[in-house]
């Protein structure tokens, strides 16, 4: 069922207002075509922004742990030196 431009601001309106995030970008998806151009380009902007930080921030989890297991194995190696001698 399509929405009126103004029913679509209402309802975008009571869910920021009840801060649903999830329930805002389930509506937002489901009525894109309803909106205007500039909140499309908006949202999937948005979304694409978002999508690249949670990449960026995997990314920077992935590098972290690499560095800890070479500085675990640093120092296991050192370690068996020292205990060498």
């Known amino acids: 069922m399509e929405m009126t431009p103004e029913q679509l601001r209402q309802e975008i309106d009571r869910l920021v207002q009840a801060g ?3 329930a805002l970008e389930k509506f937002v998806r489901e009525h894109i075509a ?3 151009e500039e909140a499309q380009e908006k949202f999937l902007l ?14 920077d989890i992935a590098t972290l742990q690499e ?12 370690r068996a030196e020292a205990q060498k001698e």
Do not use: M
């Open 34 to 36: 309803e909106l205007p």
């Open 67 to 78: 560095q800890g297991i070479a500085a675990l194995e640093q120092i296991e190696a050192i």
């Open 20 to 22: 649903d995030e999830a």
């Open 46 to 59: 948005a979304t694409y922004q978002e999508a690249l930080e949670e990449k960026l921030a995997a990314n």
